[in-house]
């Protein structure tokens, strides 16, 4: 396991979709003259700047979210004012999300890429945030500020509730972008798959009682995560109320061939020199591993409370699913790193729990020290998929038979391990 980890159509739905309060894609066009200035020719960010590749722009058009992209810098000329800026920026943010949502569970219709398919969600979110950095409104704006409301509810942070209904537990996950896509810039996340097609769905445990899942899709960022987003993402499912979580389980891909629930997650990151999608170092390494900014207390390890032998014994196929009791620390009174097998020493230090020193322990981390602060009776942990393989060898092929069976046998399995995990014990 430790090798492992080293080794390591549109228009008239988007009409519906938008808020009456909020001008149409459609009306949009109509007032663009009045409201902006020209667009301006700016730097994009490195992860926009990869939108210069056509195979983006084709991910978006076969996933049918053309139309979002399309009209988005006419629907930023309608606002007059930075309220209705904020408001249009949220809007638009929840219908991609939500139109993303029902695309991959086959209730949106458009574009011949398998429904399940996260990627045009990831790059069309990618062209509207272009968009707006060239937007240049006839009034002062915070970008910044727009931007991240933007992203939150186009992954699923705003207007996505639990609905209220006696007897129904209510599970909690997360998912991942996209990443590496320097190396291969068709690369899909099962993770984020599985979160657009499990969010909203009613189940069936093991034990036949009945659950919805919830579920959010997050950046591949160092720095939106040193911005609380992970926090922002599970507080409203940690607290009491509606929206309250029985489970949470943060999810993203791992090993080849294997699930692996990991047991212990690390405050540390240290995977430099392997950046994040912004192209961007965390700053901690193996030899020297630094904490991530904005933590609050917490020990250096944290340990899953998911029912790992119930789930490891119950769900075994098509791939099996193990628990992963890999870290990486450094011993009280030493100075080097040590790998162990067994978990954590007595006031070692961490350097990388099972899920190593990147953002897939880090969200394991950040939202379970959450979860034992404010909801520790809860069951919280992480889940490593199967690295999705299956691309075709043409690099102009975007999609095949073996990538799109891959892709639904991970979040089928998915869905079996949380029906398993969130029986009420």
């Known amino acids: 396991m430790m090798l492992l980890r080293r080794a390591a159509s549109a228009a008239a739905l988007l009409v519906t979709v938008l808020p009456v309060t909020i001008a149409s894609p459609a009306h949009a066009a109509t007032d663009t003259a009045s409201a902006c200035r020209p667009p301006a020719s700016v730097p994009l960010d490195a992860e926009q700047s990869r939108l210069a590749d056509a195979r983006t ?52 219709p458009g574009g011949d890429l398998a429904s399940g398919d996260d990627r045009p969600l990831y790059w069309a979110r990618l062209g509207m945030t272009a968009a707006l950095a060239r937007w240049q409104p006839q009034f002062t704006v915070d970008r910044a500020g727009l931007r991240a409301g933007f992203e939150d509810a186009s992954r699923g942070l705003t207007d996505n509730a639990f609905r209220t209904a006696p007897g129904i537990r209510r599970i909690f996950i997360s998912g991942f972008d996209p990443f590496g896509l320097d190396a291969e810039i068709r690369r899909a996340n099962p993770s984020g798959s599985a979160a657009l097609q499990l969010n909203g769905r009613r189940v069936t445990l093991a034990d036949g009682s009945p659950a919805e899942i919830r579920a959010v899709v997050l950046p591949v960022r160092y720095a939106d995560f040193d911005a609380g987003m992970v926090e922002r993402a599970f507080a409203p499912h940690l607290t009491a109320g509606p929206a ?182």
């Open 244 to 425: 309250a979580a029985d489970i949470i389980t943060t999810v993203s891909q791992g090993y080849p061939g294997i699930f692996t629930l990991e047991d212990w997650a690390g405050r540390a990151r240290s995977a430099d020199p392997y950046p994040d999608n912004a192209r961007a170092l965390s700053g901690g390494t193996r030899e020297h591993p630094v904490t991530a900014p904005g933590l609050g207390p917490g020990p250096e390890f944290l340990r899953t409370t998911l029912p790992a032998d119930a789930v490891t014994a119950a769900v075994q196929t098509p791939y099996p699913v193990l628990l992963n009791s890999d870290v990486t620390e450094i011993p009280a009174g030493g100075t080097a790193p040590v790998d162990r097998a067994d978990g954590p020493t007595p006031g070692s230090r961490a350097v990388a729990g099972g899920g190593g020193g990147y953002l897939s322990n880090e969200v394991a981390y950040r939202s379970n020290r959450l979860r034992a602060e404010l909801a520790p009776h809860l069951p919280g942990g992480h889940l490593h998929t199967p690295v999705l393989t299956g691309l075709p060898a043409d690099p102009q092929q975007l999609t095949g038979p073996e990538f799109e069976r891959n892709e639904s046998a991970i979040t089928a399995e998915v869905r079996a391990v949380l029906e398993h995990a969130a029986v009420r014990r």
């Open 57 to 108: 722009t084709a991910l978006v058009e076969r996933g049918g979210l053309r139309d979002f992209v399309r009209r988005f810098p006419a629907a930023l000329c309608t606002a007059r004012n930075p309220a209705e800026a904020e408001r249009l920026l949220d809007a638009w943010g929840e219908a991609l999300w939500q139109a993303s949502v029902r695309r991959a569970q086959g209730q949106r």
